[in-house]
């Protein structure tokens, strides 16, 4: 395909550097077809794909990131912002679906389109599924290349979408609120990368990383075996009196949910192996900027978390330790690349041949639709996920666990998993000793935590 670009070189924000640590070229990776984020939503109300092509086409005009391409050319990388084009759209009629399966048979439709590959040489960097049960009640899937977006990103775009459809059907101009693109926010983020403020987060990395290595999980299968390389999700529920339990408790120190779960974890690190030196990586927003809130991008940034349990005699004495550190870190939240520039030998843990990370994160956002009406459709988020997958979208290196607390009150995990490395029976395991260490602390948070 013929295509004309701009001519302009872009610097790349300090995340598109990070993604770059972990190139493998076009063909996986970061880079590769299969790093991908895919969201779908329950769309009820007679929808016309004319309107939502069209919808669509103006989705891709206003958001800049969707049609731009990280080039990585030897040591010379920046991004190239390409013209406007039309996403693919397939429109697709399900079988006959009884209305109590319907929810099962769209999370399946989720699970297919995640297995499925979609390269960054076929700009737009989004397309589009609309599968109908019926003509009133059908699944709309948007599948978005992760070097181009991030889960809030997604949340931007189907409102972005919404509005741009209810406008093409007759209901009003779009009213969304005015847009900042990527470009700029990279721009922004080099002129402020050397602050006093930087200086002092610079600093503050330094001390705490001192002689830190990210903590590793030990992998089934040697790196050097050179086995074939997928990422599958393993999915879990937590009940939901056993959340209600954990959360009162969180509230009741002051911790997040985030903070919470982060902190069973690392109990849970501190049995299996014995030390009390542990450094979680997690997923932060990295969005502290409000500019910037309304941009579709790829803004997360890789942040570790070094916790000492040293002296911890129960629970509650972890979450305050955690806590501590986590709003330690928020605090001086900078790029993943500065951090490792103040402590290079935390990535180590990446390169052993029997080791991988496991990263941690908890989904808190701070919109997302239910049974919300624009227009003439009625949208909710498919957010609720239960089915475990053999073949999944792409986690570059390791392991990710993704928890987050539905509205049916019950926590959802997913705990994907690179198969070249770990085989499906030892992550099983972990997460079901997950759950074992959390009902066991929530029963008692003020009981003597177990010797080691």
């Known amino acids: 395909m013929s295509i004309d670009t701009t001519t302009e070189r872009i610097p790349l924000s300090f995340n598109q550097e990070f993604l770059c640590m972990f190139d493998k070229g076009d063909r996986e990776g970061p880079f590769g077809p299969e790093y991908i984020i895919v969201c779908g939503w329950r769309v009820h109300g007679v929808v016309d794909p004319e309107k939502l092509q069209g919808a669509l086409d103006d989705l891709v005009e206003r958001h800049e990131s969707l049609r731009t391409l990280v080039v990585r050319d030897g040591e010379t990388r920046y991004q190239r912002i390409l013209p406007p084009s039309s996403p693919h759209l397939e429109v697709r009629d399900l079988p ?44 709309l899937v948007l599948i978005a290349h992760h070097s181009a977006v991030d889960e809030w990103s997604t949340q931007l775009m189907i409102r972005d979408l919404a509005a741009c459809y209810a406008e093409r059907s007759g209901h009003g101009p779009r009213n969304l609120p005015e847009t900042v693109q990527y470009r700029e926010y990279a721009v922004w983020e080099r002129a402020n990368a050397d602050t006093a403020a930087v200086d002092r987060a610079r600093e503050y990395w330094r001390n705490k990383l001192s002689g830190a290595r990210i903590f590793p999980m030990r992998t089934d299968h040697l790196r050097s075996e050179g086995l074939p390389k997928r990422t599958a999700a393993h999915r879990f529920l937590i009940d939901a009196d056993l959340t209600s339990r954990a959360l009162r408790i969180a509230r009741s120190v002051r911790s997040t949910p985030f903070i919470f779960l982060l902190a069973v974890y690392k109990v849970l690190l501190r049995e299996m192996f014995g030390s009390t030196d542990i450094v979680v990586p997690t997923l932060t927003l990295g969005r502290s900027q409000a500019r910037f809130h309304e941009t579709v991008g790829s803004f997360f940034n890789y942040v570790p978390l070094r916790t000492d349990l040293a002296g911890c005699e129960n629970f509650r004495d972890v979450i305050a330790r955690t806590r501590r550190t ?74 990710l666990w993704t928890l987050g607390v539905d509205p049916s009150g019950e926590i959802i995990g997913n705990l994907g998993f690179n198969t070249n490395l770990f085989e499906k029976d030892t992550i099983v395991k972990i ?9 066991e602390l929530v029963a008692d948070p003020d009981a003597p935590l177990k010797r080691i």
């Open 96 to 139: 006959p679906t009884a209305p109590a399966e319907r929810d099962r048979r769209a999370e399946e439709l989720l699970i297919e389109m995640e297995s499925g590959a979609y390269g960054i040489s076929e700009p737009p960097l989004v397309r589009a599924v609309l599968a109908r049960f019926d003509p009133q009640d059908a699944v």
């Open 326 to 399: 986590c709003l330690e870190a928020y605090a001086n939240d900078i790029p993943f690349s500065r951090i490792v520039a103040e402590a290079p030998g935390l990535v180590e843990s990446f390169a052993g041949d029997d080791r991988a990370v496991f990263a941690f994160q908890v989904h808190q956002f701070p919109f997302v639709m239910k049974r919300e009406r624009i227009g003439d459709l009625e949208y909710s988020d498919l957010r609720r996920r239960v089915l475990s997958q053999d073949v999944s979208t792409d986690i570059p290196d390791g392991a």
């Open 431 to 439: 997460a079901q000793e997950y759950r074992r260490v959390l009902r």
